[in-house]
């Protein structure tokens, strides 16, 4: 599976981008997909995720309200809205599929990664 992530940016605080993540897998409704974020020297941090109906969504306690994830499974692709953002968001963006059909929130319950995009958000 490739998963090709996009849309990250330099945003101005309170302002907002949307990623994108096409993924090249023709079974790509049959997987719950996520989106995880990374700073130097820190561990990826979960960030949300949906299963692959879109019926269910996690999101991790800092992105709550702001952020919205959503998938279009005739496009093969996932989706991040983010709005309000604040410096604290700044990191790598990085798509993954999920190892089944549900909504996970551990780095090890994903079996592909995207490359990741960078996201800035300046004060």
């Known amino acids: 599976v490739q998963l090709q992530a996009s849309g990250g940016g330099l945003v101005q605080t309170g302002g907002s981008l949307r990623l994108s993540c096409a993924a090249s897998?023709?079974?790509?409704?049959?997987?719950?997909m996520g989106w995880f974020r990374q700073v130097p020297g820190k561990e990826r941090e979960f960030v949300t995720a949906?299963?692959?109906?879109?019926?269910?969504?996690y999101y991790g306690d800092s992105v709550k309200g702001r952020f919205t994830i959503s998938r279009d499974n005739t496009k093969s692709t996932v989706y991040l809205q983010m709005n309000s953002l604040k410096p604290e968001d700044t990191a790598v963006y990085y798509c993954?599929?999920?190892?089944?059909?549900?909504?996970?929130?551990?780095?090890?319950?994903?079996?592909?990664w995207g490359q990741g995009t960078q996201v800035t958000v300046s004060s």
């Open positions: 993954a599929v999920s190892k089944d059909a549900f909504a996970a929130t551990m780095v090890e319950d994903f079996r592909s």
């Open positions: 897998v023709r079974t790509f409704r049959w997987y719950g």
């Open positions: 949906i299963s692959r109906t879109g019926g269910t969504t």
